[in-house]
């Protein structure tokens, strides 16, 4: 089946650092991803939508100068956390709709921690 | 996407069917059903997904009422390995993301 990939699976970073996540779809083009985010048991909360060479659509109440989103091509989209607190240690997961057939496929999930 | 409704969380024996209900009153003609898992620490799976008619593939059974109101998931025999939060998700399947609710965390005892 298709697979979407997101790396890193963890991070561990200082607070007031910078932190990158890459989402891939591996064998399949995506027009659209999506990020969400999740906090110790609750739910996943959709933060953003993001399409191929244009700026994401951010959900109310997501900060969109903190958590930058960016889908250069049609198989890889970036989250990055800019100046990352405590607050923002949360599980990270993408999922991507494929191209043509619309089906929707999850990321295994990035767990950050801020120190 | 309409709302729905799920038990915050259901045991059932090793072997036995586990059957997960989820409540969508309000949900709209052209909306799907799906459901999704998440086992502890990863990204959600896709179980199935269906419209009006009762969908089976290797992993479930979709059972949606006439008036699509409702609908039953059904593990057919559940092992411990389907310990997870089961979601119920409705949505229209457009460009738009889907929306989580609580699920129900299905916990399967040997």
């Known amino acids: 089946g298709a697979v979407v990939s997101q790396h890193p699976s963890w991070v561990i970073c200082k607070s007031g650092t910078s932190v990158k996540i890459e989402c891939r779809s591996l064998d399949f083009q995506a027009t659209t991803m999506f990020w969400y985010r999740q906090f110790p048991k609750q739910s996943l909360m959709l933060m953003a939508t993001s399409n191929e060479g244009s700026k994401a659509t951010y959900e109310q109440g997501v900060e969109k100068d903190k958590f930058l989103i960016n889908h250069a091509s049609l198989t890889l989209s970036t989250l990055t956390v800019t100046s990352a607190h405590p607050e923002d240690s949360s599980f990270y997961i993408c999922?991507?709709?494929?191209?043509?057939?619309?089906?929707?496929?999850f990321g295994e999930g990035s767990r950050l921690t801020v120190l | 996407d309409a709302k729905t409704t799920q038990p915050p969380s259901m045991d059932c024996a090793e072997g036995r069917a586990a059957n997960l209900p989820c409540n969508h009153s309000?949900?709209?003609?052209?909306?799907?059903v799906y459901w999704y898992r998440q086992i502890h620490s990863q990204g959600p799976q896709y179980i199935i997904h269906g419209l009006k008619n009762n969908e089976t593939n290797e992993m479930a059974s979709l059972i949606i009422t006439e008036d699509r109101k409702s609908s039953t998931l059904i593990l057919p025999h559940a092992t411990l390995r389907d310990t997870a939060v089961y979601y119920c998700?409705?949505?229209?399947?457009?460009?738009?993301?889907?929306?989580f609710g609580k699920g129900t965390h299905l916990i399967i005892q040997p």
């Open positions: 998700i409705v949505s229209g399947g457009g460009a738009d993301g889907l929306t």
């Open positions: 309000t949900i709209s003609g052209n909306e799907y």
């Open positions: 999922s991507a709709r494929a191209q043509g057939t619309g089906e929707l496929f």
